[in-house]
Each structure stands twice: as structure tokens, then as C-alpha cells.
């Protein structure tokens, strides 16, 4: 169905273009513009968003003429992908590309580093859909266990998986969860994102999400664009969603990008950020709370502390008091604290950890 | 049953520690040298594994007392994990020290990366175990599709997963494949191992696994220790292993780690390296067999050119003399092939690339 809206978009796109010609006009598509300037946090939707400015790409301009070209390549490429029900990835549509255009393609100006990615993203955003609805795997990573299941039509397959019968391994999570793929019997409190699989393993063994009927996600440190776009579904589903960190740079970074998106996804951020997310731990606050964390602090990386202070200035995150003192409290005693630390007096302190602040709602905005 | 193992070991080391006090004499175990004069490359066997240079730990040395009180603590920690049947990490494991020994172990001597890392090594060869088997989870990373099945046993739960019913995420494979888990129902002609994800999962979405009848392997990049274990676990089974990689420095680096295995695993060589698997590509000899990869190879890295010469060096490598020639050709060419190079005609042009070498076998050694 997804796959039938990317079809008819990617129509529409050439037949817009074959007017203009026949118009003698020149063949042009409008994207927004994906530049720093045109990103902003809007207040009311809770994330990094692309404004409002227009770009337009024209092949009658010669500084634009080969991309829009390459565009169109692109375009049509995708275009048979869909047709064919097939999946690559932006590296393999980059041979194939090579393949087609020859050698004036070259790996130094069209590679996925460079140059092709802009012209992807612009797709997507002309055409408002995701690269994965035109059939481009992205990078995966993230896992996830728990009250669940999922029917997964792939290739000329159809499977469906119990999250509850996934063993040590969990469900691996995909690049794209949108289409031929259904969440089905979601049954769960709410959603528990735990950064580091280590933890994550931790919890698993101790069969929590089972206790507790959670959904339990790692996103195996930054979480990929599946990994987001799942949390934001099942968030859309209605459940809540804690994320449990690291007290540091890196923790508050994956956090913060899950919640509010980032610059560089700020052009999906509608399928990718979940404003809703709350914060778990672990903090500096919890130093207060439990004693023993106390000698289980490390030393702050100057990354951290640099971090810290700019994230002082954001204007999403200096409204909360709670984060400027989490914040200023690491800035002060330069120490920093990772999830692993409740592992200390057993290793199943970390399930009484959360089950005392969901029971609390210790969260922190 | 393995745990079991696991602590009689540990006990038994502590009771030869205790008859050594009783004694008065010195307490002291022993364990191979893992210092590079003593790693050899074995060539009966085909891998990369400790020599018989042996080196004594003893407490009454004042540059071993302190990592030897260390080494024990690790014990006793492992010891009772072992006994509460739950699993953590070498991270974990650091924060039950740093809790337990109080302020003495701090983190700038004692960490992951310096100090803990080495005595953990200690006692996996002194004792004849891994890490795995003293329920220390090692970073997990890879995925599995084929026709078998798992018994997996974590925590009080039991599932059986069907590796033919895991749809477009495969099984993610754990840390340990050794201690309660099971693999059954293994009913395939190969093993074929595929370096990067991208192509495994287009592989995947072909069924290329249930029409050739093959375990497909995504190692996602370097193999973890896990992946290398189930990959020689898999090969002890009798089946045969082919390894799909670039045709690169970081490909072949790939595929001599899982073949011989490498300098840092070394003393588990014989449960990590499989001598018998076998390189199905790409390599610089497809390039006279499909004339349309000439326009798809790109350039070669100082790095890539630096390790084929290494390699040439290399006592395994340079008695094949088919590598001899692929090294040789990348070196006179200074051009590399990536896997991914094979979707440019079709994206499913993978599946008839890996048929055709495996019908008539085409592999280096």
C-alpha cells in the first residue's frame, strides 16, 4: 500500500517533469531546504523540524544540471526497485547507477558520503516520503523483547514473530518497519529504550519486560532511523516511552535525538522524533538517592563537560530546570555516572532501579 | 552442564590457592604467555594459536600482588554469577569490583581497555574456558538465516526459534552459542558467510537460503566472537563455510580472522578460527570473468595498498599462490571490487554470482 503511494509519487514527479518539457519550460521540482538555517525547534510539536523555505532544482542551470539529472537516475531507479518488489541499499543503487551511466560516474563525485545522499534526501523530501518507502535499506541496528508481535511479508515470505519467544537474541529490528510489516497485539505498559545492549541482555535475562509487560528496546547506543521510527510508533500506539541512559555526554545525546530528532533527520522528524519520551536515569540525582552510587562515578571526558555547557544553550533543553542542574551538577564535580554502576551490589539491582522510579514517576522532562 | 565445568574449575583453582597457603608456600596458578613471541601459526591445524611459553602469577611478587588479589576477586565474582545463573560483562564485573573493593580500584587503572581486560585473559587460558563460559557476555553483532532450529534456554525461560521463520531481521546471534542453547534440525549443503549486511539481507529477501538450502551468515563487518564460534561450531557439524567478502584490506581482514583467527584471540584459537573455510569472493579474478565489474572496481586506499603487501609477507597467505595473484593484481592496479559491485546489472545478480562459483567451485584457499 505504502509501496503503491512511492509508485504513483515517483509518477507524478515524471510526469511533471515531461510537461514542463513539452511546455519548453524548464523541468524543475521544488524541495525544501535542508540547510542549518531552515531547521528549527518548533515548540509546539516538540522537535527539530525543516522551516519553511523552498529550494528549487532546475536542469536549465548549469550548476545544477548533472544533480538534477542524477536525481531523475535515481528516481527512476527506485522507481523499478518498487516495481520489482526488491531492496537495496543507497550503495547499491550507487552501482547501479555506475553501471548504467558508466564511467562518468565516478565513486569520487557519487558516493554515498557525498553527493548521493543530498540527492536522496531530496527525493525524499520533494516527494514527502522516507527513502525506505522507495525501497533503500538504510543502516540497521536495535532490538527489542517483549508483548508483541510483528507479520512480516518479505520478499515472497510471510512470518510472524512472538517478541516473546526470542530467546537471549530479542527481535532484531529493520531498517524499515513501515512497509509489509504490521505491529499486532501490542499489549504493554509502556516502553523501556535502555542505551547500551549490555543492559539491555541484563534485563532480558531477568525476563523484566515479562514482570513488568514492557516493550524493552536497545537501540544498541545511537538509535538508527528503524530504531526511532519503531519507538515512534509504539508511541503513537499510546504507551509511554522511558529512556534509560548513560549520565554523560553520549547517554544525553541518544536521548535527546530520540525525543526531539536531530539536524540531520530533521527533514522526517515527524516519523523519527517522539516528544513524548521521558528520561529514566541514570542522573546525577540518583547520587543523592542511592549512596553506594557514589564510589561508582568515573571521571568526565572533556567531550562530556564541553557537551554539557552546550547543551546548557539549547532552547529545548534550558527550559528544564531539572536538566540544568543535572547538567551543572556534572560541570561542578566533572564526574559522570553509566547505567552499568547499578550493576554494583547485584545484578539485579538495576530491575528494582526502574521498577522504583516507573512506580515513582521519577522522570526527568 | 558447561557451567557446571565452569565452576568446578574455579573452585578447584581456589583450592589448590588455599592448599599453597596451608602450605606456606607462595600461592601461585599458571597460564600461557600471550605475548606475540609466543603466538604461532600452527600449521597442522591452520590457525594462529598460543606456543607452550608459560608464565607463573604469584601473589608474593610485588608487581604481581596486586593484579593477582585482583585476578582472584574476578574469580570469586565469576564464581558466584556462575552460581546465580546470571550473565553480565567485563563492564559489570568492574562495577561488582569497584563496589566491593571500594575506592582502591578506580577506573583510570582498572578499566575495560587497560587492566581488567588482561586478567580476565588470565584465567579463560589458565582454566581452559572463555570468558562465555564464566557467564561474561562478550559485544554481540551478527545475524543468521537457514533451515535449523535453536533451543535456547536464558533466564527460567525455554523458546525454540525457527531460523527459516525469522523474516527480513534473521536471528540475531548472542554472545554465547555454547552454554544452554542447542542447534538443531541443521539441514544444509553450506554455510555462507556475507560481510556486510546490505548484501545479506538482499540475499535474504531472495530466499536465497531456502532455495540453495545454505545457513546465510552476516558477521556485520569484523566477526564477533560470537559469530566466529557458531561459524566453527557450524563447520565441526561438517558443513562446508564459504566467506563472501570485498575485495579489500578490511574484506580479507575479515575472512583470514574467521580462517585462521587473530593475534588477540589466539588463546581460544581452537574454538574460534575454521581453517576450512573457504573465499568465495569478490576478488580481482572476477573482473576477466564479468568484463561489466571493470567499470565498477574503485579506487584502492593507501591502507588497502599497504596491507596487500603485508599479506604477500604473511606465512598462511603467501603459499596460496592464488592469493599471491589477487594481492599482486590490486597492488599493479591500485583498484579494489566491493561485493555490493554485483548488484549493478540486477539486484539479483548476487544469488547467480554465488550459485555459479559454488556449482563449480571457484574458491581460494
Known amino acids: 500500500m505504502a509501496d503503491q503511494k512511492a509508485v504513483e509519487k515517483l509518477e507524478e514527479l515524471g510526469k511533471k517533469l515531461v510537461d514542463d518539457i513539452e511546455r519548453e519550460s524548464n523541468p524543475r521540482f521544488s524541495t525544501l531546504s535542508r540547510t542549518k538555517s531552515n531547521i528549527v525547534y518548533d515548540k509546539k510539536t516538540g522537535y527539530l523540524r525543516l522551516g519553511s523555505a523552498k529550494e528549487e532544482r532546475s536542469f536549465l542551470n548549469v550548476s545544477q544540471s548533472k544533480r538534477f539529472m542524477q536525481t531523475l537516475a535515481i528516481s527512476a531507479k527506485c522507481h523499478r526497485f518498487l516495481k520489482e518488489n ?7 543503487l550507487f552501482y547501479q547507477l555506475k553501471y548504467s551511466l558508466g564511467e562518468d560516474i565516478e565513486e569520487s563525485i557519487f558516493s554515498e558520503q ?18 525506505e518507502d522507495l525501497n533503500l535499506n538504510a543502516n540497521r541496528k536495535g532490538v527489542l523483547a517483549g508483548n508483541m508481535k510483528i507479520i512480516d511479508r518479505y520478499g515472497n515470505d510471510r512470518v510472524e514473530i512472538d517478541c ?11 531498517s524499515d518497519v513501515d512497509n509489509d510489516i504490521e505491529f499486532v497485539d501490542v499489549k504493554a505498559k509502556y516502553v523501556l529504550v535502555v542505551e547500551k545492549d549490555a543492559l539491555w541482555q541484563r534485563l532480558n535475562e531477568d525476563n523484566f519486560w515479562r514482570k513488568e509487560n514492557i516493550i524493552l528496546i536497545t537501540p544498541q547506543g545511537q538509535a538508527s532511523r528503524g530504531t526511532r521510527r519503531i519507538i515512534k510508533k509504539l508511541s503513537d500506539m499510546g504507551l509511554p516511552v522511558y529512556v534509560f541512559t548513560d549520565s554523560d555526554a ?12 536531530s539536524i540531520n533527520l530533521a527533514y522526517i522528524a515527524n516519523d523519527v522524533a517522539t516528544p513524548n519520551a521521558r528520561f529514566i536515569g541514570v542522573t546525577m540525582a540518583d547520587l ?41 551538577t556534572m560541570l561542578k564535580s566533572k564526574r559522570k555516572l553509566e547505567q552499568d554502576a547499578l550493576e554494583g ?21
Open 114 to 131: 557525498a553527493e548521493s545522499n543530498p540527492l536522496i534526501e531530496d527525493l525524499e523530501v520533494a516527494l514527502s516520503l522516507k527513502r
Open 164 to 174: 516473546t519467544k526470542m530467546g537471549r537474541s530479542g527481535w532484531a529490528i529493520p
Open 345 to 365: 551490589p547485584r545484578l539485579t539491582f538495576v530491575d528494582d532501579y526502574i521498577r522504583d522510579k516507573v512506580k515513582n514517576e521519577e522522570f526527568m522532562p
Open 86 to 92: 526488491l531492496h537495496t541499499t543507497i550503495r547499491g
Open 288 to 328: 543523592k538517592k542511592y549512596d553506594f552510587l557514589q564510589n561508582l562515578t568515573i571521571k568526565a571526558t572533556e567531550l562530556d563537560l564541553k557537551r554539557a555547557q552546550e547543551m546548557l544553550n539549547y532552547e529545548w533543553i534550558k527550559v528544564h530546570k531539572e536538566w540544568v542542574e543535572e547538567l551543572q
Open 250 to 261: 553520549w547517554g544525553w545525546y541518544i536521548y535527546w535525538t530520540i525525543k526531539t530528532g
